[in-house]
Nanobody
Framework: QVQLVESGGGLVQAGGSLNLSCVVS????????MAWYRQAPGKQRELVAT???????NYATSVKGRFTISRNNAENTVYLQMNSLKPEDTAVYYC????????WGQGTQVTVSS
């Protein structure tokens, strides 16, 4: 059973930083393409960043240059470093693993105050 557990969310002022972590258990994270999504109240879930099993990354336009996705396969963990946070980054952030099917974490709340 593949399980994803996110952590690192919290309350931060605009311009601040947070580093989200996603620990994968039940499998080897190196097998998976990984992603971070977010969902703000009243909005659809949106893709924030992706990193393939080979290490290629891609970002939503709204976060490019501010967020960095990375993976540590030895620790079975994927990270999302978020800098220069804005109030519009406020959302629940979800970790996603994809290999034949999708796996999701429970989400971690990020709140950015103005």
């Amino acid at each position: 059973q593949v399980q994803l557990v996110e952590s690192g969310g919290g309350l931060v002022q605009a311009g601040g930083s947070l580093n989200l972590s996603c620990v994968v258990s039940g499998s080897i994270v190196g097998f998976y393409d990984m992603a971070w999504y977010r969902q703000a109240p009243g909005k659809q879930r949106e893709l924030v960043a992706t990193i393939t099993s080979g290490g290629s990354t891609n970002y939503a336009t709204s976060v490019k240059g501010r967020f960095t996705i990375s993976r540590n396969n030895a620790e079975n963990t994927v990270y999302l470093q978020m800098n220069s946070l804005k109030p519009e980054d406020t959302a629940v952030y979800y970790c996603n693993a994809q290999r034949f099917t999708d796996y999701w974490g429970q989400g971690t709340q990020v709140t950015v105050s103005s």
